[in-house]
């Protein structure tokens, strides 16, 4: 089955600690994003690549790394720059050469006290 | 600066009622529009909009896109209580891939 996974689907840290969340696509879509989602809000944009070795900022990059050494991998690091780290995370990607769809992983909550 | 905003924020309604969501957006360059569900967890799709004046329909939910006004709505019928999420819209420009969601209307149905 194709598809996004994110691992892990709940992680919890002591602030000051960096942490990288995973994200893994086999749909060998070129596109991949992540996002911040807080309670009763949308969805912001942290960061996206559209080929790789090439990434973007969003709207929200402070605090947040990216790599994308591989199509299907795009790890997000959380730093401990990164004020208010306690959000739910989403990962998707989409097939840009066609119908512009988006597709989500499941998400990573994070937790940091 | 490229927009998107959602209202209301917020509706709770009864099963059986009809509910209506809004999506105004200001993205230069515009190419589509998308609406999700969000429940728990990661969007689900539900429609791709491209041209004006066009429903897209699936089952008791419809959506059409105003390309003149600049927004969409997205109506659902008979509502139950499965249709409780939040429901997202973003809109794609043609330059780039970058997404620009609003921040979702938060339905709640009750029975």
């Known amino acids: 089955d194709g598809g996004i996974t994110q691992s892990p689907k709940y992680l919890f840290r002591k602030e000051g600690q960096n942490v990288t969340l995973s994200c893994e696509q086999n749909?060998?879509?070129?596109?991949m994003y992540w996002y911040r989602q807080d309670p009763g809000q949308g969805l912001r944009l942290i960061y996206y690549?559209?080929?790789?070795?090439?990434?973007q900022k969003g709207d929200i990059a402070e605090g947040y790394s990216v790599s994308r050494e591989k199509k299907e991998s795009f790890p997000l690091t959380v730093t401990s720059a990164q004020k208010n780290p306690t959000a739910f995370y989403l990962c998707?990607?989409?097939?840009?050469?066609?119908?512009?769809?988006?597709?989500f992983g499941p998400g990573t909550r994070l937790t940091v006290t | 600066e490229d927009k998107v905003v959602q209202s209301p924020l917020s509706l709770v309604v009864h099963e059986g009622d009809t509910v209506t969501l809004n999506c105004s957006y200001e993205?230069?360059?515009?190419?589509?529009l998308l609406w999700y569900k969000q429940e728990k967890k990661a969007p689900t799709f539900l429609f791709m909009l491209?041209?004006?004046?066009i429903e897209k329909k699936s089952g008791r939910l419809s959506s059409i896109l105003d390309k003149k006004e600049l927004f969409s709505i997205l109506n659902i019928t008979a509502t139950q209580t499965g249709d409780s999420a939040i429901y997202l819209c973003?809109?794609?420009?043609?330059?780039?891939?970058?997404?620009?969601f609003g921040t979702g209307t938060s339905l709640t149905v009750i029975p």
């Open positions: 491209t041209s004006s004046g």
């Open positions: 998707a990607s989409t097939d840009s050469g066609r119908t512009y769809e988006q597709y």
């Open positions: 690549s559209q080929i790789v070795n090439d990434f």
């Open positions: 749909l060998n879509h070129d596109a």
């Open positions: 993205v230069t360059n515009f190419r589509s």
């Open positions: 973003a809109v794609v420009p043609n330059t780039g891939n970058q997404f620009y």
